[in-house]
């Protein structure tokens, strides 16, 4: 007699998983969430995002990338929801956008309700934090795809900005270049940073000058932009925002400079956290990789008219010019030069 | 010296594998859909929905299970997509919703452009027959997770509903149930199918009666609903709609069923399909076990008024009436019942 049980699908732990997610969902909750509508579909009243005139919706997906794995290494699994939330709702704010809702989808081989429960908080923390309803998620329990305490997750957000306030619009010289800081990793670069340290045991190996472990300074959760996004946004005449993510700032930023001009990114402006000179040390990696995998301490880029340069500063804690945009050759190729 | 390369991540792959996807992403194409803003986000007009009065967005979330496992070892890709945008269109449409948009997420542990491009054909083509927009996507690869050639997929839509033509509403004594085929197992119950099958050779073992083999009976995708519950939303007085996957009849057509009713299903007013039949042998699978697993046959219930039973009986090839709605005492724990 086969049974789906014995087939390695827990329903009862799936059950027991959805009680004890329950009050981390229903934290998220923000004008417009309706819940969900017995199990087939999350509702979010548009009536809700009220001020309006004409609004477009901007929808984004992304995961944390193998930092999972390091985080099933440890058995830590709280912080990879701060990671998802920001790796989605910070590509998603660089359109301008405000964020309404979030959805997940966390993938596992052995359903733990403990480690799910982990997971949702941390998502429904960051999703409180941005200003997003947890609408809605899935659960994947997948047999013999990956061992126990190990996951992926997936996230997916959506949005609402202002037709005429789509970013990137009027980038062009006499723009400067903010940059907001991200004191670690992010989410980025994980494969390379899992493959540099994989002979270290990281719960024991102590972080040079802290009380803390290499695993727990490399798991550290990424920094949430949104929130501070729309502070300049609201504020400011913000021309561009730029998530500095997988590939780092050439391409990533490269996405809001148009034709005839170029990012000019002065790279001693700001001196790269202390992780990040760890990682290259201990793996031997070139300048040029690191700026292609790593953020390398600046996780976001604002855009906006050099007279509100300081404003912006004011507006973010550590915040600092990185540089400015310049007049080039419209068919310039590389849209974002080092100085 | 470490580059990312070399810790198993290759750019130019994604590369490759995104220029493959862009004309099966552009196929997608309906109106509202403004494409995507420097990769940022993907961007949907809400003034192209039209006729809206009091909308609400409606957005869901699934996966294709273990099939993908199976699909895998079949080396057979592009009918994942459909599975996967069938698991959560058909969802979103119980709740009376038109879809707008879906987004994609592919994890890998190798990123095999060919492979890619076969899961996303097969996605954009079932966005194309659903009529929603591929809006935007994630290809994940995270070396070391998943052995090459292995793959998880997930997805995400979104959809609009008018307020007051919002699922379930008026489930009552007096409605009949209009069965939905599916001549296959959708995506779900694959861990289980794979136990029973796991000592066959699912490419070469010749399935009964036809010129096929056992995998690929196995792997044949989903049958889309929304289309014909589209239609019968547009033609008809439907109160409610039950999308049938996981834990059977008696959890997903229970979630539509209100206090004071249950809805009563005759199992005798079908024929289960062939491939029920076949995995209940092999692996010696109770008739409860296989009635929590599988769809048995019936992968979307429609609730209508009796007097409207034939007319939705001729809107939707094959579908048939399979119970009806009766008064139950208020407190009644079980919403579903087998007559």
């Given at each position: 007699m086969s049974t789906y049980r014995e087939a390695g699908v827990d329903v009862e732990a799936g059950e027991d998983a959805v009680d004890r997610i329950r009050s981390a969902v229903a934290s998220t909750v923000r004008p417009g969430v309706l819940g969900s509508v017995g199990g087939f579909g999350g509702l979010f009243d548009l009536a809700a995002i009220g001020h309006y005139q004409d609004p477009l919706l901007v929808s984004s997906t992304d995961g944390v990338g193998t930092k999972a794995l390091l985080a099933a290494e440890?058995?830590?699994y709280h912080t990879l929801g701060f990671d998802l939330v920001a790796m989605c709702v910070d590509d998603l704010v660089c359109t301008g956008?405000?964020?309404l809702f979030f959805l997940d989808y966390v993938l596992v081989g052995h359903l733990d309700p403990e480690l799910v429960e982990q997971v949702v908080a941390g998502i429904a923390a960051a999703c409180r934090e941005v200003g997003a309803g947890l609408l809605g998620g899935e659960m994947a329990e997948h047999p013999g795809q990956l061992p126990a305490g190990e996951l992926d997750l997936a996230g997916f957000c959506v949005g609402v900005v202002e037709r005429d306030r789509l970013l990137p619009q009027r980038v062009e010289p006499g723009c400067v270049l903010v940059g907001l800081p991200s004191p670690n990793l992010r989410s980025n670069g994980f494969s390379l940073v899992r493959k540099v340290f994989a002979d270290r045991v990281l719960t024991d190996e102590a972080w040079t000058g802290a009380g803390r472990s290499l695993g727990e300074v490399l798991l550290e959760p990424s920094v949430l932009f949104a929130p501070k996004a729309r502070r300049l946004l609201e504020a400011l005449?913000?021309?561009a925002l730029a998530h500095i993510t997988g590939g780092?700032?050439?391409?990533?930023l490269g996405r809001v400079v148009p034709d005839g001009c170029a990012a000019v990114v002065?790279?001693?402006?700001?001196e790269p956290p202390q992780v990040f000179t760890e990682v290259q040390r201990a793996g031997a990696i070139s300048d040029d990789e690191m700026a292609r995998v790593f953020n390398l301490g600046i996780g976001m880029v604002a855009v906006v008219p050099a007279e509100e340069a300081s404003a912006a500063c004011r507006l973010v804690e550590r915040a600092t010019v990185i540089g400015e945009v310049v007049a080039a050759r419209a068919d310039a190729a590389q849209r974002v030069r080092w100085a």
């Open positions: 440890l058995g830590v956008a405000e964020p005449d913000v021309r780092g700032m050439v391409p990533k002065d790279r001693r402006s700001w």
